[in-house]
Antibody, heavy 120, light 110 residues
Framework: QVQLQESGPGLVKPSETLSLSCTVS????????WSWIRQPAGKGLEWIGR???????NYNPSLKSRVTMSVDRSKNQFSLRLNSLTAADTAIYYC??????????????WGQGTLVTVSS | QSALTQPRSVSGSPGQSVTISCTGT?????????VSWYQQHPGKAPKLMIY???KGPSGVPDRFSGSKSANTASLTISGLRAEDEADYYC??????????FGGGTKVTVL
């Protein structure tokens, strides 16, 4: 059973850049898609983007100008960078498995989530 | 790309059935059979309950079923149980390798 674990700072200052990593255990990061999804407190889920193990990416159009995702196959990790932070970016950030090429238009395995607060 | 529309809450007594609607547009829900549903208990990560509109992952009770008509997808929970009390989110593929979620529905077991 694949497990995902997010890691990164819980507090980031406005205008700075958020950096989160997701470590995949119990399986390989290769030949899979991986996504980041966030949830502000008491609100709904928002898809941020996805990355393939080769490094190709797709981003939410509303966040595209501020988002960068990357993958480190040697560490079985993928990462999220979100710049120009504001209080509106305060949320629980989840990493999730997003399927394989040609199948899996859903998120079948989620990390526990990590709370990121944007505040000075 | 706007969020899908879900009712804020639905409720039912144990043993009853409840249905949650998820309304999108002809560019997302109506265009693709890639609607999924997630259950989220307080303080927990979402859990996949239905994918590809009607399919249930292994381990999910068959009391949970999905359907779609035009731009609206639905999740039905039959034989409602106390442990079904949670928030439920729909999600649809929206084309160009993007996804959109609904605002969430709180299910209360009376």
């Amino acid at each position: 059973q694949v497990q995902l674990q997010e890691s990164g700072p819980g507090l980031v200052k406005p205008s700075e850049t958020l950096s989160l990593s997701c470590t995949v255990s119990g399986g390989s990061i290769t030949t899979q898609y991986w996504s980041w999804i966030r949830q502000p407190a008491g609100k709904g889920l928002e898809w941020i983007g996805r990355i393939y193990s080769s490094g190709s990416t797709n981003y939410n159009p509303s966040l595209k100008s501020r988002v960068t995702m990357s993958v480190d196959r040697s560490k079985n990790q993928f990462s999220l960078r979100l710049n120009s932070l504001t209080a509106a970016d305060t949320a629980i950030y989840y990493c999730a498995r997003a399927g394989t090429p040609g199948s899996g238009y859903y998120f079948d395995n989620w990390g526990q989530g990590t709370l990121v607060t944007v505040s000075s | 790309q706007s969020a899908l529309t879900q009712p804020r809450s639905v409720s039912g007594s144990p043993g009853q059935s409840v249905t949650i609607s998820c309304t999108g547009t002809s560019s997302d829900v109506g265009a693709y059979n890639f609607v999924s549903w997630y259950q989220q208990h307080p303080g927990k990560a979402p859990k996949l309950m239905i994918y590809d509109v009607i399919k249930g992952p292994s381990g999910v009770p068959d009391r949970f079923s999905g359907s779609k008509s035009a731009n609206t997808a639905s999740l039905t929970i039959s034989g409602l149980r106390a442990e079904d009390e949670a928030d439920y989110y729909c999600c649809s593929y929206a084309g160009s390798y993007t996804w959109v979620f609904g605002g969430g529905t709180k299910v209360t077991v009376l």
